[in-house]
């Protein structure tokens, strides 16, 4: 299956953002990937972004603004009203997902990205399910 | 159309689009025994898309003219060759992949070592704890040193807690609270 969205990543590891954009561009045929690898101007560089997103992968703890940070501002933004924003995070222990799901986060990643099991995630994620991969 | 004809063009499509590959690998999963050998000299020749396309359709056939190759390929600097190569060899029934993944680990493009690490964790074998200690004092990437301390975690091993223990000082981190949780699920004190 080949993905269809539009996706931004924002992450400050070199390794997570290659696998994740051979996953999604080499294997899924993803057109259309956006990569951040900081989250400086984080809003004005989205605005720009085209297509506009309709999934974004958050690392929790990219710097300078954190994950939480730029959910807020982008749920603040009528615009991305309708984007899903997943987390990317290491900390996947049950009390962070109630902390992510209490903050408006759409659902979870675990890093490292596991390639045995991300293109079914994505399958999934493209199907309308909601991934809160809890590990 | 002959059947070499036939599997000229399917391999040519390996290097397709994502529908027309899948279409393509389906189609000589069905032809079965004659398209191995084509195969597995494109994953010999470990070029582009079309090796590790050729090495997800030999991992679906699990047949053993193909099992060299793919070990060898483990070991490729084509990163998604070897990620394709682990996920067959997978997929081979009855086989102990175990010491043939611990082998290449050491000399694995940095995503395929994290796809063998995942995997050490699924197969859930502790023969594989020593060699994951030896690669947590070794590795670069705090990815792979996550992935390591995570799956030495999940193996349950006791033999894994100094090397846990001494990762709770690791410079990143994702490494250090990976461990912490880690020991948490060895009942290691030490996690706090």
Known sequence: MQAHNSYLYVEDDALSREVLETLLVEVMGAKHLTVFADSENFMERLRAVDPPPDVIFLDILVQPHDGYALLRTVRNDPAFASVKVLAVTASVMAKEIEQLKAEGFNGALAKPLDMLTFPDLIRRLEMGETIWQVD | ?192
Not at chain 2, 2 to 29: F, K, M, N, V, W
Not at chain 2, 52 to 80: F, I, K, Y
Not at chain 2, 83 to 104: E, R
């Open chain 2, 1 to 192: 159309m002959s059947q070499p004809d036939e599997i000229t063009l399917l391999i040519a499509a390996l290097d397709g689009e994502p529908e027309q590959r899948a279409q393509a690998q389906a189609r000589l999963i069905e032809l079965g025994s004659a398209v191995v050998e084509p195969l597995a000299a494109l994953v010999c020749a470990q070029q582009g898309r079309r090796a590790w396309t050729a090495a997800d359709v030999l991992g679906e056939l699990a047949d053993e003219r193909a099992w060299p190759v793919l070990v060898n390929a483990l070991r490729a600097a084509n990163a998604m060759l070897g990620v394709s190569a682990a996920k067959a060899l997978l997929k081979y029934p009855g086989v102990d992949v175990l010491p043939i993944f611990v082998a290449a680990l050491p000399q694995a493009h940095v995503m395929a070592q994290q796809t063998i690490i995942h995997a050490l964790q699924h197969l859930g074998d502790r023969r594989a704890v020593p060699l994951l200690i030896d690669q947590l004092h070794q590795a670069e990437s705090p990815t792979i040193r996550t992935a390591l301390v995570q799956t030495l975690g999940k193996l349950g091993d006791p033999r894994a807690i100094p090397a846990l223990r001494a990762a709770l000082h690791d410079e990143n981190h994702h490494v250090r609270e990976w461990s912490a949780e880690a020991l948490k699920w060895l009942g290691d004190p030490a996690a706090g």
